[in-house]
């Protein structure tokens, strides 16, 4: 007779870090924290959708060691609010829109594993993004869920590549991915675009005051 698994519920059996830096550079920080800041933004007015990035992500209830971080990820059903993990089993969906910002260093867990995950839990839509184009050519991918498989999203005919699931494009600026905003054409800002919006209106109120 085999032994029944424990069903671990308590968190302290469920870590909230791997003991890794949130990314290997610099670069690959900031490109991070803009693209969660910027789908943060977007879905500021939707209660039910929740944005996150570099965050542990448990599959298998009472498995820590089934556990994957997903740089940038927005599931759609869910509340938002603050989590010290991602449990699968208990919030009952899984992402529908992943961003990995990949390197040569990742690249084989990128395309290979987490691919696989994102797949068999139906990520609709899975990006990624090579900053210093380490490995990839062009340096932003994409692959959208078709009959339970994974299929290359096509540029558009304006080099972006249209997220379906977000209604955004994706947009390479240099070594930068560029979340637009189909409606206006210009990219969601994120908090240093926004911190100098605000330097900008400071000047101008003081210029008025001034005159």
Not at 139 to 147: E, I, P, S, V
Not at 159 to 165: F, H, K
Not at 179 to 201: F, H, N, Q, S
């Amino acid at each position: 007779m085999s032994a029944i698994p424990l069903q671990h519920d308590d968190d302290d059996f469920y870590p909230e870090s791997d003991g890794k830096p949130m990314a290997e550079s610099d670069l690959h920080r900031k490109e991070m924290m803009y693209l969660i800041e910027a789908l943060d933004g977007w879905y500021e007015g939707a209660p039910d959708v929740y944005v996150a990035g570099d965050l542990l992500l448990y599959y298998v209830r009472g498995d820590r060691r089934s556990v994957v971080a997903p740089d940038v990820f927005v599931v759609k059903g869910i509340p938002k609010g603050d989590r010290k993990s991602y449990k699968l089993w208990e919030e009952g969906r899984g992402p529908s829109f992943v961003i990995e910002v990949t390197s040569d260093s990742t690249r084989n867990e990128d395309l290979g594993r987490k691919r696989s995950l994102y797949e068999q839990w139906g990520v609709e839509e899975y990006f990624l993004h090579d900053p210093r184009k380490d490995y990839l050519e062009p340096g932003l991918q994409g692959y959208k869920l078709a009959n339970g498989r994974y299929q290359k999203i096509m540029p558009e005919a304006d080099g972006t590549l249209l997220s379906r699931t977000t209604g955004l494009r994706l947009r390479r600026e240099g070594n930068h991915l560029r979340l637009i905003d189909p409606a206006t054409g210009t990219p969601l800002p994120g908090v240093a675009e926004l911190r100098e919006e605000v330097r900008r209106l400071r000047r101008e109120l003081e210029a008025l005051g001034n005159s």
